[in-house]
């Protein structure tokens, strides 16, 4: 077993280091390489996916990502900025299927900015295609408007895009994902405006055909937005395009109380995966020990299960988490009145302590 453990930048270093602790803590054998990503690997390479950590990413069966980014390379030309690592990744490796659950924690119920009733038990997943869409579509660019309101004028444009196969493979995992939970599936569009989202939806009905045994119901992304913080508990699978899962995923977190807990998993159609936590590389607490290293850990634990093949270690990361969670151990991002706040360092220590 084979893991690529690239950190990257800000808070990456210090909440990998803790999802690497916790693996060792089990009793299996994992071969670990560590390499540059983002902004370090600029600062190193000059370049945020230097060949050498992409070749160590295609040859690994999983890769354990921590976060890219930071203010001080917004001033580089696009294709250097660390954004570009994860992406980069995304199209190399061919990791079309993003999965992004969002648990709500017994304990963290009241950290949730909804009222408690409306996100306990919350337990939603969604999957985002990842490899196509408005992100990769080409053409792309910046020129002097051949035409539109202001002909002439400097102008920038992207290209949002979708093939019949592209959709109906992401369909195919949703609808698989949905058969092993409650059966239900929500497909999020903007049928009523793009194109692109009609093909989405003309497939994902047509895909439906093959798993009569899924409820499928169609919703416009602007609705969907609106439902999961009016009423989250009605869905259970979503699936949705690359930009809408973009801007979803990080408003269904909010509803478990904080983005730190939210795990990730990218994968292929071999299985091999990326694994990173949901949220981003939070400079402004980069170095400070405060950030919470579950997302992270949890990220770890759903490599175990979708890449390694090892779902009993991935149930007892699982546990353990829920078991320090249950002992009041709160990073700032979740803490409240009464528990007891720790750092990301006793954190993941409290987690490999309560893997028993
Ligand atoms: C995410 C992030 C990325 C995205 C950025 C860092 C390129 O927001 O994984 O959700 O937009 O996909
Ligand atoms: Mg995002």
Redesign the pocket.
Known sequence: MKIAVLPGDGIGTEIVAEAVKVLNSLDLKFEMEEAPVGGAAYDAHGHPLPDSTLKLAQQADAILFGA??DWKYDKLDRPLRP?QA??GLRKHLGLFANFRPAICYEQLTHASSLKPELVAGLDILIIRE?TGDI?FGQPRGRRVAPDGHFPGAEEAFDTMRYSRPEVERIARVAFEAARKRSKRLTSVDKANVLETFQLWKDVVTEVHKDYPDVALDHMYVDNAAMQLVKEPKRFDVVVTG?MFG?IL??EASMLTGSIGMLP?ASLNDKKQGLY?P?H?SAPDIAGKGVANPLATILSAAMMLRFSLNKPEAADRIESAVKKVLAQGLRTPDIYSEGTTKVGTREMGEAVVKALG
């Open positions: 890219v980014g954004e994860i992406l990842l992100y690359n973009d995923s990080d990730s990173e949901s981003g």
